[in-house]
């Protein structure tokens, strides 16, 4: 089914990297509920990447499939970047509100910092 919804036509080691990400991403938000730590650039990296060769409704049955667990921690970096989809459909035969989900409001409160601090330099240059 991923492959099917695949937009970069490389070969076969670009589609089991770019797959590798969401297994990346799991790591990357399992180390952040149990220690704190947070590598968001890294976060935001492999969803904008994940984003482009999946698009955002695929991207979103991946995440419900694969990162369920996490939904309320990266729901923040998926509305950040634009990622974020209303309804996620037909995920093992059932459809999801995906504004049901709660919102991390200390990664939300780290968010804000990158864009404002992103600002600030470019108004500074």
């Known amino acids: 089914m991923c492959a099917r919804n695949y937009r970069n036509f490389g070969n076969d080691s670009e589609f089991l990297s770019d797959i590798r990400r ?3 991403l799991k790591k990357l938000f399992t180390r952040y509920t149990t220690s ?4 968001m650039r890294l976060i935001l990296t492999h969803l904008t ?10 991207l979103a049955k991946i995440i419900w499939l694969k990162l369920k667990d996490n939904l309320p921690q990266i729901k923040p970096f998926l509305v950040a970047l634009g990622l974020d989809s209303r309804y996620i459909l037909g995920v093992k035969g059932q459809s999801y509100y995906f504004d049901d989900v709660p919102l991390d409001q200390k990664i939300i409160n780290l968010l804000r910092k990158i864009k404002t601090r992103g600002a600030d330099e470019r108004d500074f240059s």
Request: net charge positive; hydrophobic share 40%.
């Open 22 to 24: 969401v297994r990346y």
């Open 36 to 39: 704190g730590d947070l590598k």
């Open 49 to 58: 990447i994940l984003g482009n060769v999946f698009g955002r409704e695929f």
